[in-house]
């Protein structure tokens, strides 16, 4: 088992930034690629960002390249999305994720989920 708390979201304007964090405890972290996924109000959850155990290869959707960063600290057991210039469609909640591969990645752990709200 793999317990995730994320944390980082709240209000933002148009073109702010964020940064969520997502803490593991439980079985080996490093073991994990982690990820991060979002959904909006009426809308399915869909995939933003993953970065494979040792952080050597990431992936992002489109919408958020060149925006958003994902990072993690294998000693700190913790995985970072960094969010830069915000846009209303980014309004969603975050939900941080713990599986395997990251194209795509499967996820077999969550989080409970932090709100973003960006307004224009």
């Known amino acids: 088992q793999v317990q995730l708390v994320d944390t980082g979201g709240g209000l933002v304007q148009a073109g702010g930034s964020l940064r969520l964090s997502c803490a593991a405890s439980?079985?080996?972290?490093?073991?994990?690629?982690m990820g991060w996924f979002r959904q909006a109000p009426g809308k399915e959850r869909e995939f933003v960002a993953a970065?494979?155990?040792?952080?050597?290869?990431?992936n992002y959707r489109d919408s958020v390249k060149g925006r958003f960063t994902i990072s993690r600290d294998n000693i700190k057991r913790t995985v970072y999305l960094q969010m830069n210039n915000l846009k209303p469609e980014d309004t969603a909640v975050y939900y941080c994720?713990?599986?395997?591969?990251?194209?795509?990645?499967?996820?077999?752990?969550w989080g409970q989920g932090t709100h973003v709200t960006v307004s224009s």
């Open positions: 970065i494979t155990w040792n952080g050597g290869r990431t």
């Open positions: 439980g079985r080996t972290f490093s073991g994990f690629s």
């Open positions: 994720a713990a599986g395997r591969s990251i194209a795509p990645m499967t996820a077999n752990y």
